[in-house]
């Protein structure tokens, strides 16, 4: 394996995720070029020892390996977009690898796989879980998409992020697992609401109505961890917001509509996350769906 400082990496998009995989990077050894478009984020970049720079096309001149961590597809597109006019994705470049660790959609992830390839460089779907306190201590949930050849080179800068790390299959398996993932994820809040207030409805506390899941058979990671220590502390600050989990939603949705695949219940639980019918914003955290103080869903009593 490569030494770490012989490795140049980038990272760009230095929100609540991205500067803590820059963190990670850069006390790992790694040589880290940062870009954000925020100058109080490129500013903790800096203070974490990476090097900001003055666009997201000059992080891939100075970087061989790009981890990007971006809102969505859109951006992953036009940031690659930059970096191919700039000539640094350019077939006679030095071959680069973009490690793209948003939740985005398949299609696109292989679309732009492929295009990477016939230049020569290469693009892994690398979509985490672990939220920000993950990313700053390196032990992120990786799936990965791509080329075995691929991962085997960016590997290096993977295991510097992540503690589980499981390559899926080719090409957009890595997001196609993600959506998956936060589908559940988006449900297992909903249901997990629902049992606590029959629990507190009936009597028995939030408190102790967990203590009996987490040691039985429907425990899930909404009630060992999210719960323990976002909703009853009541901080609400798990640093992922209600409009990412839609954004996911649907993402999952199309995916299931284009396969062919019926989604019942998925269907009801993006219309639960709706403003409409859970009173939550795009900003709010997500971990306030499952406040059992709230008055989630009260109007479908009526």
């Known amino acids: 394996m490569p030494e770490t400082q012989q490795i140049r990496t980038g990272i760009i998009g230095l929100g609540a995720m991205g500067i803590g995989m820059a963190q990670s990077l850069a006390?790992?050894?790694?040589?880290?070029?940062?870009?954000?478009?925020?100058?109080?984020?490129?500013t903790r970049a800096a203070e974490a020892g990476a090097a900001p720079m003055p666009s997201a096309a000059d992080v891939f001149g100075a970087a061989?390996?790009?981890?990007?961590?971006?809102?969505?597809?859109?951006h992953v597109k036009a940031v690659i977009a930059d970096a191919v006019s700039a000539g640094h994705l350019a077939p006679d470049a030095a071959p680069r690898i973009v490690?793209?660790?948003?939740?985005?959609?398949?299609?696109?992830?292989?679309?732009?796989?492929?295009?990477?390839?016939?230049?020569?460089?290469?693009?892994?779907?690398?979509?985490?879980?672990?939220?920000?306190?993950?990313?700053?201590?390196?032990?992120?949930?990786?799936?990965?998409g791509g080329d075995d050849a691929d991962v085997a080179r960016a590997m290096p800068v993977l295991e510097a992020l992540g503690q589980k790390i499981i390559h899926?299959?080719?090409?957009?398996?890595?997001?196609?697992?993600?959506?998956?993932?936060?589908?559940?994820?988006?449900?297992?809040?909903?249901?997990?609401?629902?049992?606590?207030?029959?629990?507190?409805?009936?009597?028995?506390?939030?408190?102790d109505a967990l203590r009996v899941v987490n040691s039985a058979t429907g425990r899930s990671a909404i009630s060992e961890i999210h719960y323990p220590n976002w909703v009853l502390p009541r901080s609400f600050d798990s640093g992922f917001s209600t409009g990412l989990m839609r954004k996911d939603v649907r993402l999952a949705r199309d995916m299931a509509a284009k396969a062919g695949c019926?989604?019942?219940?998925?269907?009801?639980?993006?219309?639960?996350?709706?403003?409409?019918?859970?009173?939550?914003?795009?900003?709010?955290?997500?971990?306030l769906m499952g406040d059992p103080k709230a008055d989630r869903f009260e109007g479908d009593k009526e």
């Open 99 to 144: 490690v793209d660790t948003s939740t985005s959609e398949a299609e696109i992830s292989r679309n732009l796989a492929a295009a990477l390839d016939a230049a020569g460089h290469g693009f892994v779907d690398a979509p985490v879980s672990g939220g920000p306190a993950g990313a700053a201590a390196g032990t992120l949930a990786m799936m990965l």
């Open 64 to 74: 061989d390996i790009i981890v990007l961590s971006l809102p969505a597809a859109h």
């Open 168 to 207: 899926v299959g080719p090409s957009g398996a890595g997001n196609v697992a993600k959506l998956v993932n936060n589908m559940l994820v988006a449900s297992h809040m909903v249901t997990t609401l629902e049992a606590v207030k029959l629990a507190e409805a009936s009597g028995v506390s939030t408190e």
């Open 262 to 287: 019926a989604m019942p219940l998925a269907d009801l639980v993006a219309d639960l996350w709706s403003q409409e019918r859970s009173g939550l914003s795009d900003s709010d955290d997500f971990m």
């Open 27 to 42: 006390a790992k050894g790694f040589a880290v070029a940062a870009f954000d478009l925020s100058d109080a984020a490129l």
